[in-house]
């Protein structure tokens, strides 16, 4: 071997350096951003793989150091203040329709996932109950691990953990306290009072004679139905049996074996 | 590439840190990048891998950072901080697939092209790179991480036994017979290049490197 062969090896290998990808700390860091919404100023975290942290203003007192440290101490990443929000999020937090928004879920169990996809499909405006949740991502029986799952839920507001409530018309637990959950409701029209006052008569159905087809009480058949028309149930079974057949929108029939 | 370690700049780097973490972090990246993911890359021999690898390694850093006082930050060693992380899980990745052996597909071994020298010059140096970042990757992996240190980054040997974990005599000695090691394997691919029409080299070649590729726990083993 020799003298010069080695330091032509030594001279390539120090050739070796290499310039890193674009965006390094992209793929470490996250960008976070303050908008207006329909429940006042919101701060929110993304990154490339979606939308991955929301909290209210009204949350963390106002403090956008409150926000950050929240999001520090849940997700132990850095934040970096973002030029824009990602496309789509301005007119989403205005309209309460956030559907196409893409979300970076994947800090939560498998269970957890699976219920926050499964409740995107509740529309604006409507309600479902937790046991619902529960048969809908095949866990019939469930609906306390849907609640806590729920709780978990980084992107409230937007992914519509507020559309869950309680069978009896009470709005139930929210990361944001129950009156958010319930102004939030409220502003996007769901009558909570003639819910609840269903529910105080054991009526948590509602169908029409005239189509035989039976509802949840904030499915928008539901609300088409006029009063001389409308007639309430305790459960599908009941509804069955006089003769009805479950909405095949709001999937009332979820509930009739639970 | 970086400064020497507790130089001035250091210093301002670590302050920021204790001062603000998030914006400092992003200075910390800014400086040491290109030195983590020259490691990385070629430890792993694979871009896709020393992405995830250099990003891992920094994510690491600022959620051990979130649990350092402001002493403790100001007595780091950033670079080789940062290098016996990223060394760390590299050995973690290693350790777990050669229990469980992957196929490489040989298009994830091509380099994307630096910027530089003119293309056909381009064409020359790359593939000799190529060749060799695919000849370290055959070496075990405590000569190569030893090599890669001493003459890629180009670190004094006190860096890299301490960065190995070792006495500096050890460290000599693993640099030594890494590139002993490569010098062999460098002179067999030369004297079959020069034996054999082109054509029929580049076949060798590309199978000679796709086993490998294929198979670089292996091969460090059969080394050992």
Known sequence: MTKSAEDALVEQLSQLGALPPNDLLGRVAVDWVSLPATVGRVYVAFSGHGISYLRTADSVHGEETEFLESYRRRFGRPLRPASRPPAGLAPALRTGRAKALTYDLRELSSFERAVLTAIQEIPHGQTRPYSWVAREVGHPGAARAVGSALGRNPVPVLIPCHRVTRADGQPGDYVFGQEAKESLLRAEDVDLDEVRELAAEQVFYLGSDTTNIVCFPTCHNARRISAAHRRGFRDVVEAEEAGYRPCQHCRPESMATA | ?224
Not at chain 2, 64 to 73: E, P, S
Not at chain 2, 198 to 222: E, K, M, W
Request: charged share 25%; aromatic share 4%.
């Open chain 2, 1 to 224: 590439m970086c400064d020497d370690e507790k130089s001035g700049a250091t210093d301002a780097l670590l302050a920021r840190l204790v001062d603000d973490l998030d914006a400092g972090f992003v200075d910390l990246v800014r400086g040491y990048e290109q030195v983590v993911y020259s490691v990385a890359l070629r430890v792993s021999g694979q871009p896709s891998d020393a992405d995830d690898l250099a990003a891992e390694a920094f994510l690491r850093a600022y959620r051990a950072l979130r649990g350092y006082d402001a002493a403790r930050i100001r007595a780091l060693q950033p670079r080789s901080w940062l290098l016996t992380i990223v060394l760390n899980i590299w050995r973690n990745l290693m350790r777990e697939s050669s229990r469980r052996p992957r196929q490489v597909p040989l298009a994830d071994l091509v380099d994307p092209p630096a910027s530089g020298p003119g293309v056909e010059e381009l064409a020359v140096q790359s593939e000799g790179m190529r060749e060799l970042t695919r000849t370290i990757s055959t070496l075990p992996t405590v000569q190569r991480a030893a090599v890669v240190l001493r003459h890629v980054i180009g670190l004094p040997i006190p860096d890299v036994a301490e960065i190995l974990g070792c006495p500096e005599g050890t460290a000599k000695s693993h640099i030594s017979r890494g590139l002993k090691k490569l010098r062999a394997l460098y002179l067999a691919r030369d004297r079959r290049a020069t034996m054999s029409p082109p054509t029929i080299v580049s076949n060798h070649r590309a199978d000679g490197l796709r086993i490998a590729a294929a198979t670089p726990a292996l091969a460090g083993r059969r080394d050992q």
